[in-house]
């Protein structure tokens, strides 16, 4: 079975220009997360949908973030306008549905995107 | 919210020696506490996962434990190999919901 996929996996571009991540989930997961992660902060959750819709956005730095989901296998994150300190990993996740009797799953984990913004 | 602290930052072993990675979780109602294993440029993946309803968990050479009382739950690797050198991190998540909360990371340098 295909993973998390993830695109671009590397990205370069300079301040003030739009960035758009993508992310296509394991078929059959409705649960999608996009983390951030960095030396000093580790992985922090941004935001995360379940059923194509956002359930949680209070990790969105800033109002220059944004994300949406507009099928089931299909996700972006955007940073308009970018800038330097938004340079870091960002990863893709998804999960199935909670088992019986157990409402958490594992998160499959996408192999990142690298941003460089100069 | 949740809140997980994890020690050490960093742990060397020789090949063939045991490694122990310690968490701590603030928040009693959690109760799914996954452990991930990330390799350089690639994503986190998970290598073992524990409930509250148990106490340990073995899955060959790796191995959790979890004490509900202290809020503490550890990864033991043991018969350490080259291969297992990696960056690891432990989470903690509340019932009902999806979120995990990762900790710190541990990278752990296996020396052969």
């Known amino acids: 079975d295909a993973g998390v996929i993830q695109s671009p996996r590397h990205e370069v571009t300079e301040m003030g220009q739009e960035v758009t991540l993508r992310c296509k989930p394991i078929?059959?997961?409705?649960?999608l997360f996009w983390y951030r992660q960095t030396m000093m902060r580790g992985l922090e959750l941004l935001i995360y949908f379940n059923n194509n819709v956002p359930i949680d956005d209070s990790g969105m730095p800033e109002d220059r973030f944004s994300a949406k989901m507009p099928n089931a296998s299909f996700s972006t994150l955007k940073i308009q306008p970018s800038e330097p300190r938004d340079s870091a990993v960002y990863f893709c996740?998804?999960?199935?549905?909670?088992?019986?009797?157990?409402?958490?799953?594992?998160?499959?984990f996408g192999d990142g995107t690298r941003l460089s913004i100069l | 919210g949740e809140n997980v602290e994890q020690h050490p930052s960093t742990l060397s072993v020789q090949e063939g020696d045991s490694a122990v990675i310690k968490c701590t979780y603030s928040d009693s109602a959690s109760n799914y506490f996954p452990w991930y294993k990330q390799e350089l440029g690639k994503g986190p993946q998970l290598i073992i996962d524990?409930?509250?309803?148990?106490g340990e968990k073995k899955d060959q050479r790796i191995a959790v434990t979890l004490n509900k009382t202290a809020k503490h739950f550890s990864l033991h690797i043991t018969e350490t190999q080259p291969e297992d050198s990696a960056v690891y991190f432990c989470?903690?998540?509340?019932?009902?919901?999806?979120?995990?909360?990762f900790g710190i990371g541990t990278k752990l340098q296996v020396i052969p």
């Open positions: 078929s059959g997961h409705d649960y």
């Open positions: 996740a998804s999960s199935p549905p909670g088992g019986w009797g157990y409402s958490n799953q594992p998160q499959h």
């Open positions: 524990i409930r509250s309803n148990v």
């Open positions: 989470a903690a998540s509340l019932g009902g919901y999806q979120k995990v909360t």
